[in-house]
């Protein structure tokens, strides 16, 4: 994985949102369809809050979502131009605000202000020592009641395989790891981090893991992604840790894009705009 500096300049670069974040949900037929059908019935217990912070938003793929769900919204980001985008984007919503960080710290959040913290499909790029970094600035800036909800890497639990995968010549490498017989490099995710490391992090910091769900990425049988559940120890929400095993995370993806192509919005307006077609032909 590319340290925090590569990770700066990836995502500042115009290349990388081609599709505003969109072409990382097509898996479930778009971010509508990912957030109602996958992210929304695993935080629903948490929303409608007071404040969110949401760690890496990218263009605002969630951000849509859950600005409606708070009374205000913290956006953090590596990336300036992702910042950008994101104030351009909801110039019109009052209640966000918006901070470029460097990436380890989360000096413009005040202590014990966020009732939740929020980071999908950012984190996995995430290498150990800024988890580590993280987990100590959750610890501070969550409410005594606060939840933290955080996506990163367990690739870390395969080294063996991501040692042989990188062994294997790069023409053939694709259809192997598609095959699910390699682990998905290709999704770039961080190297150094386990689902057990992040819940030593918490641990270490005054935080509790309290849910981890270890979940296939796109292709394989590997569980190279997770979704931790942490909370400040002692917190309303404290439990001992809930570790799950998801193997069909991504049959999960087919079955809400497979839905969403009856129910999502974006199914009515591509409807309306083929029968606006046929009608001016």
Not at 32 to 50: V, Y
């Amino acid at each position: 994985m590319p340290d925090l500096e590569a990770n700066i300049d990836t995502w500042n670069a115009g290349s990388s949102w081609s599709a505003h974040g969109e072409e990382w949900s097509g898996a479930w037929g778009g971010s509508e369809a990912q957030w109602w059908g996958t992210l929304m019935p695993r935080l629903h217990a948490f929303i409608p809050t007071g404040t969110i912070l949401e760690l890496g938003p990218g263009h605002g793929r969630w951000t849509q979502y859950l600005k409606d769900l708070c009374d205000d919204m913290i956006l953090v980001d590596v990336a300036e131009s992702c910042i950008d985008a994101c104030r351009a984007r909801f110039a019109s919503a009052d209640n966000l605000s918006f901070h470029v960080n460097d990436g380890k710290s989360l000096d413009g959040v005040p202590s014990q202000s966020v009732d939740l913290a929020f980071s999908f499909d950012s984190l996995v790029h995430a290498e150990a020592d800024v988890l580590d970094a993280y987990a100590r600035e959750l610890a501070r800036t969550l409410k005594p009641d606060g939840i933290a909800f955080i996506h990163h890497s367990n690739i870390g639990a395969y080294p063996r395989l991501s040692a042989l995968t990188k062994q294997v010549p790069a023409r053939i490498r694709p259809s192997l790891i598609r095959a699910g017989w390699l682990i998905n490099t290709y999704a770039w995710r961080a190297e150094t981090v386990t689902a057990e490391l992040f819940s030593q992090y918490c641990e270490k910091a005054g935080l509790a893991c309290i849910g981890q769900e270890k979940i296939v990425w796109e292709y394989g049988r590997q569980l190279t992604d997770v979704i931790s559940l942490c909370t400040p120890a002692g917190s309303k929400w404290a439990r001992p840790n809930v570790v799950v095993e998801n193997p069909g995370f991504m049959d999960e993806a087919t079955r809400v894009r497979e839905s969403a192509s009856i129910y999502s919005n974006r199914s009515f307006i591509r409807a309306e705009q083929t029968l606006l077609t046929e009608a001016s032909s």
